[in-house]
């Protein structure tokens, strides 16, 4: 099957018509600018090997304020001028299937031409286009205009122009976000084992770690200083958060100065509030200002988020831990808050944002297009990292071969 990067007709290929801030299509084929760096741009990608759809809005058609023959005037200059192997139009209103951000003229363009979406790119410069994208599948580039409206959500790349998106794709033709190598988030294991511990330390993306005092009794530890000095020893040039087990603030305090007192990487954990509710920011900007690293954890809320942002400024290096896997299991889509996060600790550069407690391999790719500086991850889902970049075709087969051989060795009769 073969790749596709689907592309937006107004703001992408040709100038938008911008008027108070908000986008608009050319009246006609006479005020249709190309944009110039379009036909090398889409060349380099028609080279690769990528077949060129276009998937256009024109919802002006069915509301009789724009003629359809309008619309083919625009897409024939276009075609003119650039080497795109289809243009498909949407020209209803409403929630219409082929309207964007409904994904409906991307699914239906992957029957005819036989392309693999989960290998395809959409290219956009608005929220409807990221969003059809994502439904559909592909991984989706956001051209950022700075339009006055409202923004895409959900994992998605901000690029400047058509030609810094080609770019983009073109650095992962051979295979779109399957190489470890190529992630920006930081991976940091997740555990109270010693023997698994070690046994990521020995695996170079994995740059820190994280523990938590639930993870250390399901691990059978009773000496919380002894285990932890004993990791500090066998890791020690890593980041590695220790979490404090009391609930009330002075003698979390007092836990939290002694563990800082362990190791130049400890980093001590605070949770947001303690058992009765009551907020940590107070005991979080004293700490950080007296200099201990600090993972403020158990974090599920953007205001929770500002708050210990602000509590943060200025102070020592941290981290801001939020339960992404814990949003999503109330039925809540973390990233767009996580998205959100991110902007938030532009407001703290001495501030990481941790995506914590993820579910699935995914999570880590996700992580990575919003710009999450870490992800905290368990064995087990390490574990998974072998299976990245596997063609998925492949994998059914294996999944096929699995059956089969369990149903043989159960001797299963009918």
């Known amino acids: 099957m073969d790749r596709a990067v689907f592309l937006d007709r107004d703001g992408v290929l040709n100038h938008a018509v911008v008027r108070e801030g908000k986008p608009y299509p050319p009246r006609d084929a ?28 024109q919802p002006d058609v069915a509301r009789g304020t724009t003629p359809r023959e309008t619309v083919d005037a625009i897409n024939a200059k276009l075609a003119a001028a650039l080497p ?176 800082a007192t362990w190791g130049e990487h400890v980093y001590v954990k605070i949770p947001i509030t303690n058992t009765r509710r009551e907020p940590a920011y107070d005991l979080v900007h004293r700490l950080s200002h007296a200099g201990v690293k600090l993972n403020v954890t158990a974090i599920l809320t953007l205001g929770q988020v500002r708050d210990v942002v602000g509590a943060l400024s200025g102070g020592a290096p941290s981290c801001v831990s939020v339960f992404a896997g814990r949003i999503a299991d109330t039925g809540v889509d973390p990233v767009p808050l996580m998205s959100a996060a991110v902007e938030l600790l532009k407001l703290a550069p001495g501030a990481e944002l941790i995506w914590a407690s993820p579910r699935e391999l995914l999570n880590i790719f996700q992580a990575d297009a919003i710009g999450c500086h870490i992800i905290t991850v368990t064995n087990d889902i390490l574990k998974k990292l072998a299976l990245v970049g596997k063609d998925l075709s492949d994998y059914s087969l294996d999944t096929v071969q699995m059956f089969f051989n369990d149903g043989k060795k159960a001797g299963f009769t009918l």
């Not at 060349?43 to 809005?57: C, E, F, H, P």
């Not at 693999?116 to 599948?137: E, K, T, Y």
Request: aromatic share 8%; glycine share 6%.
């Open 30 to 57: 006479a005020e249709t600018r190309v944009v110039e760096e379009a036909a090398p741009a889409l060349q380099r990608l028609r080279d690769a090997g990528y077949r060129l759809i276009v998937v256009t809005n």
């Open 84 to 259: 795109v192997d289809e243009f498909v139009v949407c020209d209803e209103d409403g929630d219409a299937p082929c309207r964007k951000p409904n994904p409906g003229m991307l699914i239906d363009a992957a029957r005819r031409h036989r392309l693999d979406l989960g290998r395809s790119f959409m290219v956009g410069d608005r929220w409807r286009d990221i969003a059809a994208g994502q439904r559909a599948g592909c991984i989706s580039l956001f051209i950022d205009h700075h339009y006055a409206e409202r923004q895409p959500a959900g994992p998605f790349v901000r690029v400047a122009s058509i030609g810094a998106a080609a770019d983009w794709i073109l650095r992962r033709r051979n295979e779109p976000m399957t190489s470890v190598a190529d992630l920006k988030v930081k991976i940091f294991a997740d555990g109270a084992d010693k023997a698994g511990m070690l046994e990521m330390y020995a695996q170079p993306y994995v740059s820190g770690f994280t523990t938590n005092p639930t993870l250390m009794h399901k691990a059978g530890l009773t000496d919380y200083r002894a285990f932890a000095k004993d990791v500090l020893a066998a890791i020690p040039d890593r980041p590695i958060s220790f979490e404090v087990f009391a609930d009330d603030f002075a003698e979390m305090e007092r836990q939290a100065r002694e563990i």
